[in-house]
């Protein structure tokens, strides 16, 4: 779940600060430990979601990264190149993940700065499976 918050962050902050001559702003992660819970807060200032894309950041297949099959066409290399974003899952699964062991995902975002993610993760050991 860090991974792939971290990730996308790194992402978003190469993204657009990849035809800059500004210095890339740091991705900024702090974890807070409380008597309840866990919380990991990763912090970028790579542009943002639009508000318009923020109720689809959790839907399975939806990605604000280029089509991934089409990343390194242009190289002639895509078979010796693993894509590691545009598929729409890591979101999606890292929300579900936290939820099952008893915590949360949250995603913040102002467009034109950056976003930030708050994962939840419970101390408790007493939470039980979470099953329809």
């Not at 542009?47 to 318009?52: A, K, L, M, T, V």
């Not at 700065?113 to 099953?131: C, F, M, N, V, W």
């Given at each position: 779940?860090?991974?792939?918050?971290?990730?996308?962050?790194?992402?978003?902050?190469?993204?657009?600060?990849?035809?800059s001559?500004k210095?890339?702003?740091?991705?900024?992660?702090i974890?807070?430990?409380?008597l309840?819970?866990?919380?990991?807060?990763?912090?970028?200032?790579?542009?943002?979601i639009?508000?318009?894309?923020?109720?689809?950041i959790?839907?399975?297949?939806?990605?604000?990264?280029?089509?991934?099959?089409?990343?390194?066409?242009?190289?002639?290399?895509?078979?010796?190149v693993?894509?590691?974003?545009?598929?729409?899952?890591?979101?999606?699964?890292?929300r579900?993940?936290?939820?099952?062991?008893?915590?949360?995902?949250?995603i913040?975002?102002?467009?034109g700065?950056?976003?930030?993610?708050?994962l939840?993760?419970?101390?408790?050991?007493?939470?039980?499976e979470?099953?329809?």
């Amino acid at each position: 779940m860090v991974f792939e918050l971290v990730k996308n962050s790194l992402r978003a902050v190469q993204e657009r600060y990849m035809d800059s001559d500004k210095v890339s702003p740091p991705i900024r992660i702090i974890v807070a430990d409380g008597l309840e819970d866990v919380t990991i807060k990763i912090s970028d200032e790579g542009g943002g979601i639009p508000r318009s894309g923020l109720p689809k950041i959790f839907t399975y297949l939806y990605s604000t990264a280029r089509n991934p099959l089409d990343e390194h066409a242009d190289l002639g290399v895509a078979d010796s190149v693993t894509t590691m974003a545009g598929y729409g899952y890591g979101l999606p699964i890292s929300r579900l993940y936290a939820r099952y062991f008893g915590g949360d995902l949250q995603i913040i975002s102002m467009e034109g700065y950056g976003t930030d993610a708050y994962l939840h993760l419970s101390r408790l050991g007493d939470s039980q499976e979470p099953l329809p």
